[in-house]
C-alpha cells in the first residue's frame, strides 16, 4: 500500500542533542512537508519541498534543518538552536501541480519530548 | 494575513446526535476550503473539500458548503457515532494557488461521542 511512513513514533531529546525525524514516501509525490502540532492548536509549516535538492523555509524554520536527497526522503533534524521542540510532528506530501486543490497525505507523525 | 477560525472544544455528544462545528475564515481571493480529521495518534486525513463558492463537500456522512457572503465552513453530520471521535481541522487553501502545503489551519475541535 502507499503512504508515507514517520519514525521514531516517539523520541526524546537531550539538552544541546541534535535528533532526525525520519519520513519516506512510496507515493511518487513531488512536494513533501514538515508541519509542528502543539497541543490544542493547528498545524505550522516548519520546511517544504517542491522537488528533489531544493526546499524552502516555512513559518517556523528557525531551530530546524531538512534536506532532500531523493524523492521518497525528507528528513528533519531538530538542532540544539531549538529552545522548546516538544511537539508532534507531521511529514506530509502531495502533487504540487494541482496546487492548493490537492489534498495533503499526512504520515502518523512523531511525538518529540525533552529529558 | 489569512486566518481560520473554529468553534472551540472539545465537544461532546451522544450516538446519533447532530453534529455542527463552525469553521470562519479571513482569506484573499477565493481559496480552497477543506475539513481534516485525525484519529488519536496519527496523522491527518482529508475529509471533505469544496474548491468554491457554493460548492458542498460530503463524505461519510459529513457536509460542509463553501459559504462566501458569510465567510464559513461549517462541518455537519446527520448522526453521529462513536466512531467519529476524533479532532477536526478546518484548512484554507494557499491564497495564490501554488501549494497545497502552505493551507492555514484552524486550531482543532475535539469531539467526542459517547455510546
Known amino acids: 500500500d502507499g503512504g508515507i511512513t514517520q519514525s521514531p513514533k516517539y523520541l526524546f531529546r537531550k539538552e544541546g542533542q541534535n535528533v532526525t525525524l525520519s519520513c519516506e514516501q512510496n507515493?511518487?509525490?513531488?512536494?513533501m512537508y514538515w508541519y509542528r502540532q502543539d497541543p490544542g492548536q493547528g498545524l505550522r509549516l516548519i520546511y517544504y519541498?517542491?522537488?528533489?535538492?531544493?526546499?524552502q523555509k516555512g513559518d517556523i524554520a528557525e531551530g530546524y534543518s531538512v534536506s532532500r536527497e531523493k524523492k521518497e526522503s525528507f528528513p528533519l533534524t531538530v538542532t540544539s538552536a531549538q529552545k522548546n521542540p516538544t511537539a508532534f510532528y507531521l511529514c506530509?506530501?502531495?502533487?504540487?501541480?494541482?496546487?492548493?486543490?490537492?489534498?495533503?497525505?499526512f504520515g502518523s507523525g512523531t511525538q518529540l519530548s525533552v529529558l | 494575513g489569512d486566518s481560520v477560525t473554529q468553534m472551540e472544544g472539545p465537544v461532546t455528544l451522544s450516538e446519533e446526535a447532530f453534529l455542527t462545528i463552525n469553521c470562519t475564515y479571513t482569506?484573499?481571493?477565493?481559496?480552497?476550503l477543506f475539513w481534516y480529521v485525525q484519529y488519536p495518534g496519527e496523522g491527518l486525513q482529508l475529509l471533505l473539500k469544496?474548491?468554491?463558492?457554493?460548492d458542498k463537500g460530503s463524505n461519510k456522512g459529513f457536509e460542509a458548503t463553501y459559504r462566501k457572503e458569510t465567510t464559513s465552513f461549517h462541518l455537519e453530520k446527520g448522526s453521529v457515532q462513536v466512531s467519529d471521535s476524533a479532532v477536526y481541522f478546518c484548512?484554507?487553501?494557499?491564497?495564490?494557488?501554488?501549494?497545497?502545503?502552505?493551507?492555514?489551519f484552524g486550531d482543532g475541535t475535539t469531539l467526542t461521542v459517547k455510546p
Open positions: 482569506a484573499t481571493g477565493y481559496p480552497s
Open positions: 506530509a506530501s502531495s502533487i504540487p501541480q494541482g496546487g492548493t486543490n490537492e489534498k495533503l497525505f
Open positions: 484548512a484554507l487553501g494557499d491564497p495564490y494557488n501554488t501549494n497545497a502545503g502552505k493551507s492555514t
Open positions: 519541498s517542491q522537488i528533489v535538492n531544493d526546499f
Open positions: 469544496a474548491t468554491k463558492a457554493d
Open positions: 507515493l511518487n509525490h513531488d512536494a
